[in-house]
Each structure stands twice: as C-alpha cells, then as structure tokens.
C-alpha cells in the first residue's frame, strides 16, 4: 500500500504523521538556501491548488509548489499557518519526502483566514479562505483513488442494482464533488446510467467501471443470470477425486508484507529484531517488500543487513523493484539498462535468499512518476523488460513477477508484459467480505498484462481492523476477530485457486492510530503483540510444516455428507504418510454496514473414509494443540466453523 521509494526519502515517510526528520535531500538545499538571480528571491512559492472557499466541516488538501531559476518542485520541508486555527484547521503529512508536504485544512467555524506556506528559506506564499456554510469546496478536487460498492453483485435480466461510487483524495477523504463517469465493458449483457444504475440485459458477466476525470478508476464484476440472481456456492469435491497436495508446498506459498526500509516505524526500527523473530516462529516463509537501493552507505548497511538476517534464517525475499537511484534525487531513466539496483540485491544476499524480483508497484496510481497518462504504459512496459532481462542474467534462478496496476483502464496503457515475466501480479484486496471476492475479478482486470497466462501472485492483500477509520478508508474494516477467520481462509482460498505465492499486507500495525486505515493492516499490533490473525496463520503453518526434498502425496478415499453447499476443503499429505483434511464453513464472519461480527453456527459434516484411521482435531483459530482424537474411525462428525478446522488422519 504504501509507496516504495530510495532509502533517501523514506527515512520519515509514515502514514498520517509528520513530526519526523530525515537528511537532507537536495530538494531541501534548495528550500534551505534562498538565491537571488535577475532581482528575484528564490524559491518562489504558490499554493496548490490555490482555493478561495470551503464549506463549514468539509475539508481540502493542498501542496507548495516551489520554483527557482532552473526548476520546479514541491515543497519538502514547508511550515504551514492558518491566520486563525479556530476557523481553519492544519494536518501536515508527507515532510521530507520527494512527493511534497501535504497540508490537510479542515473548516472549524465561519470566517476569513490567511494560509501561509513557508520554506526553510523564509520566502513564503500565501491565499485568502472563506470558511461559510454554503459555499462549495473550491479545491482537493485531486482524486487519489475510487471505491465502487458492492463488489461482486449477482442480478436477474430485467433487474437494475444501484451500485455506489466513492472517489478519494491523497489523505483518504471522500471529495464529494467529484464526478464519475460510469461505463460497462459489455453493454450487451449490462447497462449503466450516470449515477451507478445498472441494468441486467442478457446472460453473461461484465465490469461497471466509475472513473474520475484522471483516470482513477474501481469496478464491480456483475453477473447476469439471466433469471432469479443467485450466490450459491458449488459443493466440494470429496472422495476419490479430491486432490491431494504436499502440505509444504502450501507452507511455502505464505508470505507477509514489511517494510524494513521505513525504520522510522516502531515494528522495524525499533524493534525490528522482535519484528523478525514473529516472522520467523509465525512460519512464514518469504517476505515481501522494497528493493531500497541508496548512495548513502549507512543505508545501504543497515537496510541489507535486517535482509540478510532474514535470508540467513530461511526466509526468502520478493524484492519490489523501481528504477535505480543515483543520488542527487534522480533516478535512471528510460531505456532503463542500468540495473545496479538488481545487482546489489544479489551481491548482499545472494540469489538463493530471493525468491523474486517483482515489477513497481501499482504503477497506474503512481502514473506520475513514470511520466503520466498515456506514457506511463509504454515507460513501465519498458523498465519491466530491462529488469526482466537483467535479472534472468544474473540471476537466472530467481523468479521474475509482474507490475501491478490497480485497474483494467491503468492495465490497457501497459499491455501484454507476459514476455517479461514468470508470473503475473494482482493485488485483490477483499473489501471487508469473503477472501476470495475480489480474486477473479482483479484478474480479469490483470489479463491484458499477462496474454500468456502465466501464474499469478499475489503480492498484496488483507483487512484492516480499524472498522471506524475515518483516513486512508479504501476498503471497510473488519474487527481483529473477523481478520483472525479470513486471513487462515484466504491463504488456503488462494492456494486452491492456483496462485503460486501469496503475501499478505502487513506483518505489523504500522501506528497506534485507529482513524487512520492504513495504520492497522497489521496482523500483529504496532508493539508485535498478536491478533488473532497471526495466531490463526502461525498454529496453522506449525500444523502443516513439512521442509525438506520435495513429495508427491498418495490418495485419500473419504466422503463429506451433510449440508455442504457452503463448506470447503484442503487436503495436503506429510512425506511420513499423514493426511490432513482442512474444512471450513466459507461465509461472512463480519457485517461491514453496520460493523458487527456475525455469529455464524457450526456446520456439522459427517465425515466417512474407506478404511479406519486415527483421527485428532484442530482448531488453529484457537489453539495449537488438538482440541479431540478419535481411534479407529471410519465415520465421525466434524462442527465446521466459519474458520479452519483440521483432521489430522494417521
């Protein structure tokens, strides 16, 4: 979710806070030293966008764009005033950091007020708000991102379904004057009208896209069923033909996402030791995070020796690349053929602790770093081709993955990248509902990157459990309770859906800050206490753990009866014969409207094999050790929950 940037800038980058510090960029000398060329004192300020009214409780967002002789950029290190706090408000996010300090202004009671921005310098730049109860916000028009609500949907033909589109600006806020455009990618099998309505035409499955005038853009994947709308799930496949996989090749597809290079964070600065040690006993077998690469050396030491701790205690890294930094607040650019970035990686590390390079990251979102719509595409088409290739050459061992985009409008200015990859990329995150909700429909929307078809991974996916967050709200929240149930489901979820890895975000809390989204993807608290989440996922792994030389798994012959339209399965061998059958009741543990757990009754399944076997039950949501055992079985019942539970089958 957040960005990943050289080590130069991330030292102080933090979601919703800004009382850090970081050395100086070049971009802060120039903010530091005023210059005075042709009669003029630089650098110039202006406010961005320069707005003249907000409504009373609304709120706005702005940056100080800074110019001097040569150049123009936004100001890193600006001081912002408001003539009178008491009517306008300031929230300052984003100091030091190459997008710019970012002002966030909330209207507090009527009236008139300066706002100043001011640089280290002392040259400054000022503009006039009039807070009033009936003006419309005049700026933070600056959609960040769009939300389409719900997703999937299931209708009948002949039937319409109101569906809702929210669009965000850069602090997580609804700008409620923005305008949508709504579109449907098959108008023979579905129709929109300009506020969301969609109609049911024929058969079939299409997307409702809403996008902003920039491009930002959501959909909602929504079936026709050409008579009555139904969500019925198909029955599990049981007996003879159930497929039966290594239970460590399971293990090993479970990552997490860290962000080592952002030490300013209490999981990995502070206690970035103990951030390790959850990872490592928690059984994950790789991470997920930035290929941080910086001219500083001190740096560069610090960031390559957590990785190397990590690698040296069997956890792989996939490594999200960006084009090399070269000091000086530059990068390299296209046609990108250095690749020095790649190298060090390999050098610290050595090629058998990665587990792959992975293209940047949402690069539709970030489109302004690559040169915007439409160059973008081509741009970030050619930077994974040269990644591609430079890594294949030395290290040819270590997988090379996908960009990831946000969007099947930010995916067409790509196009076909499948010659460049191993795997493909997606992020589906599930919005608050049942792990696999958003899975085909993020694929869908990825295929244009990944005309061959190769495998996917995900790199990116999870619940927040701040339900009440007001910032950075992209998704609905979920209690830790509900994230403890789902992330055990969605990893096994992923698993039979055929994704070769998948890598949950994030390891930890990144802030004790419950307004704020993005502070609470965490499955452990900002201190590395558990949730449930991690607790689930650990006891589950402990479970199914099987390292060493890779096998192939014999058959099980075994029958589920009962009401099983809901249930679904799991079934992994250990190379010492045991088999272990994972149920689990595949339905919503968490109501996102009105923010409640839902108290969901076991299922009971009437479990038979063909032979008798020893049979102990686990509930990994629970605890690690067996909660029954039961000899000699040949028929038992089995209460599924709406978590895992485990038979283990000697």
């Given amino acids: 979710m957040r960005a990943i940037l050289p080590i130069a800038t991330l030292a102080i980058l933090c979601a919703a806070c800004s009382d850090t510090t970081s050395s100086p960029t070049s971009d802060t000398n120039r903010e530091a030293v005023a210059s005075i060329v042709g009669g003029v004192t630089y650098p110039l300020v202006s406010i961005t966008p320069a707005i003249t009214a907000l409504k009373l409780n609304d ?8 110019t001097n002789a040569t150049s123009t950029w936004y100001g890193q290190q600006m001081t912002w005033t408001s003539s009178d706090p008491t009517i306008l408000k300031i929230r300052v996010t984003g100091t030091g950091t190459k997008a710019g300090s970012v002002a966030h202004l909330y209207g507090l009671k009527t009236g008139t007020v300066k706002l100043t921005a001011t640089t280290l310098s002392k040259t400054s730049g000022s503009i006039a708000i009039t807070v009033s109860t009936t003006a419309a916000t005049s700026g933070d028009t600056v959609v960040a991102k769009v939300s389409v609500t719900p997703n999937p949907v299931t209708i009948a033909s002949g039937k319409t379904y109101q569906l809702s589109g929210k669009a965000y600006n850069s602090s997580g806020s609804v700008i409620t004057t923005a305008k949508l455009n709504w579109r449907s990618t098959n108008t ?25 005038t920039n491009g930002k853009m959501a959909w909602s994947t929504i079936t026709d069923s050409g008579g009555v709308a139904t969500t019925t799930l198909p029955p599990p496949v049981t007996g003879s033909a159930a497929k039966v996989a290594w239970s460590d090749k399971f293990v090993s597809s479970v990552g997490v996402a860290t962000h080592f290079n952002y030490w300013d964070l209490l999981p990995y600065g502070t206690n970035v030791n103990s951030t390790i040690a959850s990872i490592k006993n928690g059984g994950f077998r790789f991470v997920r995070d930035g290929l941080s690469v910086d001219v500083n050396s001190g740096s560069n030491d610090r960031y390559w020796g957590v990785m190397k701790q990590l690698t040296q205690q069997g956890i792989k890294l996939v490594l999200v690349t960006q084009p090399a930094y070269l000091g000086n607040n530059t990068w390299v650019k296209y046609p990108y053929t250095n690749q020095s970035n790649l190298d060090t990686a390999v050098n610290r590390v050595g090629a ?18 690559w040169g915007g719509i439409p160059a973008y595409g081509a741009n970030t088409k050619a930077y994974q081709a040269a990644m591609y290739q430079h890594a294949k050459a030395i290290a040819p061992s270590v997988n090379v993955i996908g960009l990831t985009v946000t969007s099947a ?4 200015f790509i196009g076909d990248i499948s010659s460049y990859m191993d795997g493909g990329t997606i992020h589906p995150y599930p919005s608050g509902g049942i792990p696999t909700g958003y899975l085909t429909a993020t694929e869908t929307a990825s295929s244009v990157l990944n005309g061959a078809h190769k495998p996917w991974w995900v790199t990116e996916t999870g619940y927040y459990t701040a339900p009440n967050a007001t910032q950075n709200v992209y998704q609905p929240g979920v209690s830790e309770q509900a994230q403890g149930k789902y ?30 989204a993005e502070s609470n993807y965490g499955i452990l608290h900002n201190d590395g206490t558990p949730k449930p989440a991690y607790t689930a996922i650990k006891n589950l792994l402990g479970l199914l753990a099987d390292p060493g030389s890779p096998y192939s798994p014999s058959s099980l012959s075994f029958s589920l009866g009962g009401t099983t339209s809901t249930i679904r399965q799991a079934l992994f061998q250990k190379r010492d014969g045991r088999f272990y059958l994972v149920l689990w009741n595949d339905v919503s543990v968490y109501n996102t409207s009105s923010k409640t757990d ?4 076991a299922v009971p399944v009437t479990v038979t094999f ?3 076997h020893n049979v102990a039950v686990y509930l990994p949501y629970s605890q690690a050790a067996a909660i029954s055992t039961t000899s000699s079985a040949t028929t038992m019942t089995v209460n599924v929950p709406d978590h895992p539970v485990v038979l283990e089958i000697n």
């Avoid at 023979?188 to 902003?212: D, F, H, M, Q």
């Avoid at 602790?353 to 539709?364: R, S, W």
């Fill in 59 to 66: 709120s706005a967002t702005v940056q100080a764009k800074l």
């Fill in 188 to 212: 023979a099998v579905l129709k929109v009208s300009t506020t969301g309505l969609v109609s049911g035409v024929a058969k079939g499955t299409a997307n409702i896209e809403a996008a902003a």
């Fill in 352 to 369: 058998a602790g990665i587990l792959a390079f992975e293209g940047p990251n949402e690069v539709d979102n970030n489109n302004g770093n």
């Fill in 409 to 412: 409008y930010g995916a067409s």
């Fill in 487 to 516: 992330i055990s489901r969605l990893y096994l979820d992923y698993f039979n859906a055929g994704i070769v890895h998948t890598s949950v975000y994030e390891i930890a809390d990144e802030h004790v800050n419950t307004a704020d």
């Fill in 598 to 601: 839902i108290s969901n009754a």
């Fill in 610 to 612: 063909a032979a008798p």
